[in-house]
């Protein structure tokens, strides 16, 4: 047994840990556990989803080779513990890219499926799933299966999004992506108020592939922010050093509180707002700011914190998006990085996956006493507005929310694995 920890750093409990390295032996490691367990990354989700205190946790960090590349396709398939900066690192220089990569790139292909994640080029290319051709998933009674959108679709669609409930991915084959090099042409732009935002958002989805803006939520009813878009660019003359930052330490409280939100949300504003107009970067430093400081989530002390991201439909999503700033606002809480960005029209790749057409807004919040009456007014802005919040981030919504607005989940049930269940699981779904 040994304390595991997920990115919010809410609770670091005893979790016997099952290191998987040999795919072909993982049919054999999960038969013969002794209760259910869970799937387990890099723990780059927020709450409990890859959690299961006091039982196990199939660590898939050792089923990181590469299988197969065929160079004249862009067709990967590699183990499901590959890190997508492994795969973006190796491949970019050969002309080919994975299409859909999170807000970090410090995650493994089976958390990336597992979550169906969505990167800020949602409105060009959708999400993680539609870019998966086939998978290898083991059951928890040791079946191996081989599912894909055209092999036991409806298994395929519960794995897509499906919080590892269905199995283990052991490996997974991926349509890499064509063309797109490291190298970005980005323009920051400023915004005050959200019309301005959404008018920006209409206005750029069409030649720009990455969106996404940064809002002071501290900035009262016109929201003030940072709207960046970025698409490929030549390599022209860049040049671009990784440079990386550690947390040194764990504040003993934590550094985002009442007294530091103004003033880290002005000085952000002033520095990024001498980057207004346009440039080229290297996509690692645009597309992932927060890899370059490891461990920056010990920023908010030891009783770590929450993420609260919400995406709601465009056509209540103005009003809402108001309403819950107006929210956070009043509450004295709030984050230091407030994003909001609309999702593009996508048929969702998975019976649970988050995204759906609308904006979606994340913000992160220290572990403080005034979280659960916030939390509860969002989410009946969200709910009776026709949103959702995403699984990846949660750590604590109620099991009648996932319910009201999770409308795949009878479907999904049916491929279910019962030897599968996490703190998540137990939450949201009873068992
Ligand atoms: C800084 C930061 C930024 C982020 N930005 C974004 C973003 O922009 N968009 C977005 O969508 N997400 C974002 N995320 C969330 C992150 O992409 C997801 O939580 C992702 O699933 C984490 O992958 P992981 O490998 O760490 O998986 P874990 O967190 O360890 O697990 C996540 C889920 O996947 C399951 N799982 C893991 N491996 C397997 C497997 N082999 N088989 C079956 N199930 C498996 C686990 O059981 C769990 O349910 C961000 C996270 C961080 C820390």
Redesign the pocket.
Known sequence: MRPVS??GRLSADPHHVIELADRDRVAAELARASGPG?????????GD??LNPRGIL?S?RG?DRLIAFDAATGRLTCE??V?LRDIQRLMMPRGWSVPVT???Q???????????????NHHIVG??GEHVRRLR?VRSDGESVECGPDRRPDLFAA?IG?????????EAELQLRQGAGPWLEAETLTFGGLDEFFSLSDSSEGGWEHTVSWIDCTSGAAVRGLFMRARPAPAGNGRWRERRQRMPFTPPVSLVNGLSLRPFNALYYAVNRRRIGPRTVHCEPFL?P??SILE??RLYGPSGFFQYQSVVPRSTGLAATRDMLDAIRRSGEGSFLAVLKTFGQRPPAGLLS?PQPGVTL?LDFRNSRAVPALFARLDDIVRASGGRL????DARMPRALYEATYPGLAAFARHRDSG?S?A?SRRLMGS
Do not use: C, E, Q, R
């Open positions: 997920s990115w869970i799937a387990h990354g890099l723990g780059k989700s927020y989803a890859s199939w898939t089923l499901a513990g890190v999170p807000g970090t410090l995650v493994t292909v089976g958390g990336a499926i597992a979550n169906d994640v969505h990167g800020k999400t993680f998933l794995t499906g919080l590892g409930l269905t199995g283990v991915i052991v992932y927060l890899d920056w989530n988050f994340a995403y699984p990846a981030k599968m996490s998540m």
